[in-house]
């Protein structure tokens, strides 16, 4: 018999909030005959989207109600003390509970990663949980970290989340030995800040990792590297500027194909070519990164992402609770840190 699985989404969050992120799980149900969705929020702002639903897909749905919302410019402090009984806190709270297999948030970045430390606790030899994705590269794709969960990381930080992105790439890809690059300014010693340095030297003397120095912006999506650490601010300013790059070059293309009768004709003729170009440059295929640490499953939608990309990061959750992500990283990180 197949096992069914569940997931908490916290319905209220990022900047659309019900009417964008409830038919997104209308269509993942669809999609994912074993799943089932609990939604948490305001229940008189979600049941106007489940009219008409088909029993079999209405009877997988259920309603967490709450009133209580953490607004996306809350400060993680204030969302620590304030936030219990929240959309994202009761969601966080189902995963901790047992009840739900993974959590969905497109709300306040910092406050989830306040609130899943909180109530799920890191993995055992781990002090901040990072966000991490998988970005497009030549050779197909690398996983970076962290992307925006800590603005400030030590030496120490940047080492665990190697440690944390090697684990990610040998559960899920099944690499036996994936490749560690440091993002900096260069691939000279002397490049970098001192943090950058330090743990580059950390990372380079911990025998388990597959360390091959620095890497620069350009070498993340050549895939020079199965994994690029890097800060949170760092990582968040890069990942931001390719998918505004990747959209840029999306609305020339286009633009270029309407340019008079020939350019049209041509278009008409390269489209094909043109839509898979289209289909791997666009950033909301990789929506859904995860809050890698934490000892449950939990996944970051961008704040702004319409009805598809949000589907993505449901797609993301289902992909890891198939693969036990969590208890691959338990299984892998002790002898890592030992």
Same mark, same amino acid.
């Given at each position: 018999?197949?096992?069914?699985?569940?997931?908490?989404?916290?319905?209220?969050?990022?900047?659309?909030?019900?009417?964008?992120?409830?038919?997104?799980?209308?269509?993942?149900?669809?999609?994912?005959?074993?799943?089932?969705?609990?939604?948490?929020?305001?229940?008189?702002?979600?049941?106007?989207?489940?009219?008409?639903?088909?029993?079999?897909?209405?009877?997988?749905?259920?309603?967490?109600?709450?009133?209580?919302?953490?607004?996306?410019?809350?400060?993680?402090?204030?969302?620590?003390?304030?936030?219990?009984?929240?959309? &994202?806190?009761?969601?966080?709270? #189902?995963?901790?509970? @047992? /009840? $739900?297999?993974?959590? *969905?948030?497109?709300? !306040?970045? %910092?406050?989830?990663?306040?609130?899943?430390?909180?109530?799920?606790?890191?993995?055992?030899?781990?002090?901040?949980?990072?966000?991490?994705?998988?970005?497009?590269?030549?050779?197909?794709?690398?996983?970076?970290?962290?992307?925006?969960?800590?603005?400030?990381?030590?030496?120490?930080?940047?080492?665990?989340?190697?440690? &944390?992105?090697?684990?990610?790439? #040998?559960?899920?890809? @099944? /690499? $036996?030995?994936?490749? *560690?690059?440091?993002? !900096?300014? %260069?691939?000279?010693?002397?490049?970098?800040?001192?943090?950058?340095?330090?743990?580059?030297?950390?990372?380079?003397?911990?025998?388990?990792?597959?360390?091959?120095?620095?890497?620069?912006?350009?070498?993340?999506?050549?895939?020079?590297?199965?994994?690029?650490?890097?800060?949170?601010?760092?990582?968040?300013?890069?990942?931001?500027?390719?998918?505004?790059?990747?959209?840029?070059?999306?609305?020339?293309?286009?633009?270029?194909?309407?340019?008079?009768?020939?350019?049209?004709?041509?278009?008409?003729?390269?489209?094909?070519?043109?839509?898979?170009?289209?289909?791997?440059?666009?950033?909301?295929?990789?929506?859904?990164?995860?809050?890698?640490?934490?000892?449950?499953?939990?996944?970051?939608?961008?704040?702004?992402?319409?009805?598809?990309?949000?589907?993505?990061?449901?797609?993301?959750?289902?992909?890891?609770?198939?693969?036990?992500?969590?208890?691959?990283?338990?299984?892998?990180?002790?002898?890592?840190?030992?």
């Amino acid at each position: 018999m197949l096992n069914t699985y569940t997931i908490a989404v916290d319905a209220m969050g990022g900047d659309f909030g019900p009417r964008v992120i409830v038919p997104a799980c209308i269509r993942a149900l669809k999609r994912h005959p074993l799943l089932s969705l609990q939604l948490v929020g305001c229940e008189e702002d979600i049941k106007p989207h489940l009219r008409r639903l088909k029993s079999e897909i209405r009877n997988r749905i259920a309603i967490i109600h709450t009133d209580s919302v953490i607004e996306m410019d809350t400060k993680p402090s204030v969302a620590l003390r304030q936030g219990k009984g929240s959309s &994202m806190y009761l969601a966080l709270q #189902q995963v901790e509970s @047992g /009840q $739900a297999r993974a959590c *969905i948030s497109a709300g !306040n970045t %910092g406050a989830l990663m306040v609130l899943g430390r909180y109530i799920l606790r890191t993995v055992k030899g781990i002090d901040r949980p990072a966000i991490i994705t998988a970005v497009p590269t030549m050779n197909g794709h690398a996983y970076m970290l962290d992307l925006g969960a800590n603005v400030d990381c030590s030496a120490e930080h940047l080492l665990q989340f190697a440690v &944390m992105g090697s684990v990610m790439a #040998q559960a899920v890809d @099944g /690499q $036996a030995s994936p490749t *560690i690059g440091l993002l !900096n300014i %260069g691939q000279e010693e002397i490049k970098g800040n001192e943090q950058v340095k330090l743990a580059s030297r950390l990372i380079a003397e911990h025998g388990a990792l597959n360390y091959i120095g620095f890497v620069e912006g350009d070498d993340l999506f050549a895939g020079a590297a199965d994994v690029v650490v890097c800060d949170g601010f760092v990582g968040n300013i890069a990942l931001k500027s390719s998918e505004g790059l990747a959209r840029l070059i999306r609305s020339k293309v286009r633009n270029s194909f309407r340019r008079g009768i020939y350019r049209r004709i041509l278009g008409l003729l390269a489209r094909p070519v043109l839509s898979e170009l289209q289909r791997q440059l666009d950033p909301s295929r990789h929506n859904g990164a995860s809050l890698l640490g934490l000892q449950g499953i939990v996944v970051k939608s961008h704040g702004g992402a319409n009805r598809k990309s949000f589907g993505y990061a449901i797609d993301q959750a289902v992909a890891e609770i198939e693969m036990d992500v969590p208890r691959e990283i338990c299984r892998h990180i002790g002898d890592h840190l030992a």
